[in-house]
């Protein structure tokens, strides 16, 4: 029995589960020796620690610095040593390539190659590649293989410098390797198989010509003639990552006995989403960067947890142009996936990496405040809010690390008594904002304000659950979660919400 399928009279369980993409971090000295999670001001995060259970969270295993791929598979439940076949097919799904049984699919950069020495110089091209990427993927799309007529190669822009690329075929390998070298300044990488078979030997061959014929295509368009005139970088090579195959498992309602949805613009989650038979949402305006509109992805969860009595977002369909609406009974599990975290860990930003923590405090009082009018004054839903995150991508090291997240699950009701009563919740503003553009000369402030915060903030105490008051990863580690693995997190999810105190 589903929780949709609850005895009649009974309030409906519904839980947002909020996954901030490379959430957490090391300490750091410009910022006294804290995270960035600790140096922001997050007192809704803060609240959902206050209210909940809280501890550390491995997403896979301890010591592993896992992708988001394997871990997004690991706290839905699915064991990444069983099912994850690469992360192309999660990609070129979420960039909304059909994709059927035999297809091989590709996670991909538009890149920079020195063609006299066949150095790739740039793995991306240009972070902000939101205009020219669809109309470079528009001319490779369809592109002809000359050796090998029979089959079709389907390409489609995703976000940022990333595209997925879909090969359609007899007789085609999951199982080689790619073009990446995976730094810059390195030689683009000949296509192998991983195994002996034919198959893969084969399809090497394939995608090593069709890396050929899109690096023709690249540098004879006009575009990058264009880019380079304007002393940009161009974009004359595509490097293929990651050639993976569509997973075939339970879907995560058949898993969970949850109805889910998920926002998640970030393509590669979209795509690992539908492969679950997770429903997309839209939401207008969430981007997968630093341009989303944070509000955007707040008010699509708690619409789609509110329906029937209001109308759910539209959903994604791949393959597709248009949409389809969202299921008009609404949905029991929310994802809302948060990307902006993890690009200003990679791209080893500290001050943004500590002001975008702060704008997605903001959204999250949003989201609360949405939900608490609708358990308040329907009264046929009780709301749970979950924060955490998939790894570390510290600031320090610009890449995914192997440092456990902090994990916190409060009911709505007492995240409200946390943040002091009804009042302050509903006078939350539900106006849109966008993340903060920030400088460099603001570091000594955040760890003055980071200090300032520990000590006022030493005289709150907990409302419900553990001793915890704050959202990070030292405090976490007092929760009395303790230290668990990514693939127990649905099981203490399901547990939680169904805990009457």
Known sequence: ????????????????????????????PSLGFRTPVQAASTPNFDAVARAGVNGLMDPVEPGLACGSDTAHLSLMGYNPLIYYKGRGAFESLGAGLAMSPGDIAFKSNFATIDDASGLVTSRRADRHFEEEGPILCAA??????????????????????RCGVVVKGPGLSGNISGTDPLKDNRLLQTVVGLDDSEEAKHTAAVVNELSNEMRKILTAHPLNAERKAQGKSIANVVLLRGCGIRIEVPTFEEQHGLLPCMVAPTKIIAGLGLSLGIDILDAPGATGDYRTLLTSKATAIASALAAPSKSPPSIFIPG???????????????????????DAGHDKAVE????????????????????WEEEANNGKFEYSLCITGDHSTPVEYGDHSFEPVPFTICHLKDFVAAKGGESAVLSTSLS????????????????????????????????????????DEIAAA??????????????????????TN
Do not use: W
Request: with cysteine; proline share 4%.
């Open 140 to 161: 490779l799309n369809g592109l002809k293989l000359p050796s090998y007529p029979k089959y079709q190669v389907c390409v489609r822009y995703a976000t940022e410098h």
């Open 478 to 499: 007092r929760g009395c979660l303790g230290r668990f693995q990514g693939s127990e997190m649905m099981g203490i999810i399901k547990k939680y919400i169904h805990l």
């Open 352 to 371: 943004l990496k500590v002001r975008a923590f702060e704008a997605v405090d903001v959204m999250v009082g949003q989201l609360a405040r949405l939900l």
């Open 320 to 342: 597709e142009e248009g949409s389809e609406p969202g299921r008009s009974q609404g949905y029991d599990f929310g994802f809302l996936h948060i990307k902006a975290i993890d």
């Open 432 to 471: 849109p904002f966008n993340l903060p553009i920030v400088g460099s000369s603001a570091l000594a402030a955040l760890a003055e304000s980071a200090s300032a915060r520990a000590t006022r903030d030493s005289c709150d105490s907990p409302v419900a659950g553990d001793s915890v008051i704050h959202f």
């Open 1 to 28: 029995m589903t929780n949709a399928e609850n005895v009649t009279g009974a309030k409906k369980k519904r839980v947002a589960f909020i996954l901030v993409d490379g959430l957490a971090d090391v300490s750091i």
